[in-house]
Structures are given as structure tokens and as C-alpha cells.
């Protein structure tokens, strides 16, 4: 029972890192808290369930989706992050809270707020080894989860355009020196940043089957907790991070019960923030970011 819970607690934790990956890489490019990042993981679950609602292909539902998170994210990033990006850093963040509250807000008058049933675009199989069961489901939305992260990973370090996103991480002024076109490539890192966090949102989605205006909301906290416990501006260590949270919510659940889940997560937080304030992979100042 408890590998069980384990393998449970790693499927959930992918998702987790997904939300923590796409924080880590607006902080750690743009040193930005992007509070609008749950409000995309809300988009990402519920347009793709109004669109297989509506009778459309789950194809076209994924990618409408996708679409529409990249917009909302270029528009984060027009108007709360650009235009103040010189200023005081809280000011964008709290301009990012204000797209998280409107997009709730909007969805909820469309849609109303309660949960939504959401379809099952997988086949309900199950693979046993050694007397674990590891749902179709959980199996897809682990192995998307590795693939991008996997791939956000090789793509910042073999190729031309991951090296301009680390040397704007490292410095931005340094980095147009160098011929860089930092206001070119800042959009298309909101855009990375905004299909993780939707990929996450349809995931979820898609294993828990509902959907709801809310539903980024508790995800986006322990998203930020995962980063903060892996290291900001790390994303392995969001990857640790996400996988930690996950497993500990999932182990508490089973040996302590559901209504002391969130004692253990932010405790742990708590935790590791006393011991080590930099998080468990954290750079020091003079490191390499990314």
C-alpha cells in the first residue's frame, strides 16, 4: 500500500512540477512572480472542457486551450510586465494578481461556479508490475510532464535561442550588449512559461476528470511552495520540489487523513526554509541561474 501511495503521489507531483517549472522560469528569467500563472492553469482545464463539451475533437480543444493561455500570457506581458518593468518589482506582480481575479471572475459568470464533469480522453486501463496499479491516465500525464521538462532542459542548453534566455537570466543589460533582443524574446518566455502551466491545468484535468473556475488557485500555491522548497530560479529544483510536495500530500492523506494535507505541505515549507533558506538545489548569488 504505501509504494502505492508513492507511485500516486509521483503522478500527482508531476503536475506540481509543471505549475513550479513555469514559475521558475519567470522568476528565474524575469525575476517576476507571476501570479497570473494559476489563472492559466484554470484556462488550460476548463476551455479545453468547454470545447469537448461543445462537441470539438479533444485535438482541437488541446489546442484552443493552448491558444488561449498564450494570448492571455503576451497580454500579462503587455500590460502588467512591460510597461512596468522598470519600476518596483511589486507592482507588476500585484498587476498579475489583478489577470488571476479577472479570469476567475470571467469564467465563473460564463460557466458558473460549480464543478465541472470533465470527459475521459483516455480509455480506462490500468498496468500492473509487481502489484502496483498505475492508471493509463497517470501514466500519459507523467511521461508529458518528463518529456517537457526534459526538453525545456536540453532546449536552454543546446540551443542558440536557450542560450540568449540564460545570459537575459544572468543580466539583461550585459545580454543586449551581446545583440541580444531582450524585448523580443521576453514574450515568447511568457508563452513557454504560459504552456506549462496550461499542459498542467488540461493534465489535471484529465485525471481527476472536473474542472473548475477555482481549481488554480491551491495548485498555484503549492506550484510556488514546490519552487520555493526545490530552490527559485532552479529548474531541477523545481522538479524536486514539485515531486516532494506531491508525495507529501499524498502520504498524508493516506496515514494522517485529508484535513491535515496542507499543515504538512507548508510546514515542510516552513521547514526547509529554516534550515536552508535557498531551497534544497538553490544557486548562490554568483551561480549560474537556469
Do not use: C
Not at 545570459?167 to 521576453?186: D, K, P
Not at 502551466?197 to 477555482?214: D, E, H, K, R, W
Not at 494522517?256 to 531551497?279: D, F, H, S
Amino acid at each position: 500500500m504505501l509504494a502505492q501511495q508513492i507511485v500516486n503521489g509521483s503522478m500527482l507531483g508531476s503536475i506540481y512540477v509543471l505549475v513550479a517549472v513555469a514559475f521558475t522560469i519567470a522568476i528565474g528569467i524575469l525575476n517576476f512572480l507571476n501570479f497570473s500563472i494559476p489563472g492559466l492553469f484554470m484556462l488550460g482545464g476548463m476551455i479545453s472542457w468547454a470545447m469537448l463539451a461543445a462537441g470539438w475533437h479533444w485535438t482541437a480543444a488541446v489546442a484552443t486551450a493552448l491558444v488561449a493561455a498564450a494570448a492571455v500570457a503576451l497580454a500579462v506581458e503587455r500590460l502588467a510586465y512591460r510597461r512596468m518593468a522598470e519600476g518596483d518589482p511589486e507592482i507588476p506582480l500585484v498587476s498579475s494578481l489583478g489577470f488571476l481575479v479577472l479570469l476567475e471572475n470571467l469564467v465563473l459568470i460564463r460557466f458558473g461556479s460549480d464543478q465541472q464533469a470533465f470527459p475521459a480522453l483516455i480509455p480506462d486501463f490500468n498496468i500492473r508490475a509487481g502489484g502496483l496499479v498505475i492508471g493509463g491516465a497517470q501514466l500519459i500525464s507523467l511521461a508529458v510532464a518528463v518529456a517537457l521538462v526534459a526538453g525545456l532542459s536540453a532546449f536552454l542548453k543546446f540551443t542558440n535561442a536557450g542560450r540568449r534566455v540564460r545570459a537575459i537570466a544572468e543580466s539583461r543589460e550585459t545580454a543586449t550588449l551581446l545583440g541580444v533582443n531582450v524585448s523580443r524574446l521576453i514574450p515568447q518566455v511568457f508563452v513557454f512559461s504560459a504552456a506549462f502551466t496550461a499542459v498542467g491545468g488540461i493534465l489535471f484535468a484529465m485525471n481527476y476528470q472536473q474542472a473548475s473556475p477555482f481549481m488554480g488557485e491551491v495548485i498555484g500555491f503549492k506550484g510556488v511552495a514546490a519552487m520555493i522548497i526545490g530552490g527559485m530560479g532552479s529548474i531541477w529544483g523545481a522538479i524536486l520540489g514539485g515531486m516532494i510536495i506531491g508525495l507529501a500530500e499524498v502520504l498524508t492523506i493516506h496515514f494522517l487523513g485529508a484535513n491535515v494535507v496542507n499543515i504538512t505541505v507548508y510546514g515542510l515549507l516552513l521547514m526547509i526554509l529554516i534550515v536552508r533558506p535557498q531551497g534544497l538545489l538553490g544557486a548562490g548569488p554568483s551561480r549560474e541561474k537556469l
